[in-house]
């Protein structure tokens, strides 16, 4: 395997920023003959020249300009490094990469992860949807930042990593006007035989409801089992069945799907995790995502 030596390319990348061996020598401390010297090395080690002398100026050959641009990559991402490890700011969008339970609401996603994007510093987020199970392992891997879920981390699960509660809420239950339900009987009673839209078996919020139905004697009629909570939604505002979300979306809900609200309980909790590779958060995004949750989304 061919290794390029990063020394001599740290000396040619200087005396090609300041034009000179003489001003590179004064930069780096290091005597002329000795640049002189490291530069043919590198210049015999690719085998191509790099500079042409023009009077008293060194002048970079076509492959030079190529080297120099690579060069200047390579060092660019070497201060980035730094700085990043260190906290300092860089340059560069920070690149924050996020799992979504497929379970979790879109609507709570976004709102838990919209202040990442509020940061001082530039962020670009990616974000990957999946089941919880999956995103975790990626997170073992170090190819995500954080996995937002419905549930903490299974004491099953032998990896190293840290559940953070972002907060929970009672669930509100809703309908499309179109749905007549008997509202002589009071909540939870009228829910007895109506159309119901359940999210899918597994999850959290579907074990929880189905326990919830069993204490206050309830069976609603179910019509629709859904992976996805938008396209329960949507056939909720088509006017399918009752259906429940987290309660501190509630307005956004019935804004968007033309929905009403017909009841709430405080006995079933929606709680929300964000799941890292740290105990301490330290990642300025997930810091900003778990703040916000805690003190103006469920506090």
Not at 60 to 73: H, K, M, S
Not at 180 to 203: C, I, K, N, Q, V
Request: glycine share 8%; proline share 5%; with cysteine.
């Amino acid at each position: 395997m061919e290794w390029l030596n990063y020394h001599h390319l740290l000396y040619f990348w200087v005396v090609a920023r300041e034009g000179s061996i003489a001003r590179a020598s004064q930069e780096l401390r290091l005597a002329q003959p000795t640049i002189s010297g490291q530069i043919r090395a590198l210049e015999e080690a690719l085998g191509e020249k790099l500079f042409v002398r023009s009077g008293r100026h060194l002048v970079l050959t076509e492959v030079g300009r190529v080297v120099y641009r690579y060069a200047d990559d390579i060092f660019s991402l070497g201060r980035e490094l730094l700085d990043t490890v260190k906290g300092r700011p860089t340059g560069r969008p920070l690149r924050f990469v996020v799992g979504i339970a497929d379970a979790l609401p879109k609507l709570i996603a976004h709102r838990l992860l919209e202040p990442a994007l509020d940061l001082e510093e530039p962020v670009r987020m990616v974000c990957r949807e999946d089941k919880a199970e999956r995103l975790i392992a990626e997170l073992a891997l170090h190819n995500l930042d954080m996995v937002i879920t419905d549930a903490p981390l299974g004491s099953g699960m032998k990896i190293k990593a840290y559940s953070h509660l972002l907060g929970e809420c009672g669930i509100s239950f809703f309908a499309a006007p179109s749905i007549a339900l008997d509202t002589r009987r009071p909540f939870p009673g009228f829910l007895d035989g109506a159309p119901f839209l359940l999210p899918a078996e597994g999850t959290t919020l579907r074990r929880s409801l189905e326990q919830w139905f069993e204490s206050e004697r309830v069976r609603p009629r179910i019509v629709g089992e859904f992976d996805d909570s938008a396209l329960l939604k949507v056939f909720g505002q088509a006017g399918a069945g009752v259906l429940v979300a987290p309660s501190v979306i509630e307005k956004e809900i019935q804004n968007q799907y033309d929905l009403r609200v017909v009841g709430h309980t405080e006995a079933v909790k929606e709680r929300f995790y964000a799941i890292t590779g740290e105990r301490k958060i330290k990642n300025p995004a997930t810091n900003a995502v778990a703040s916000a949750a805690r003190k103006n989304i469920f506090g």
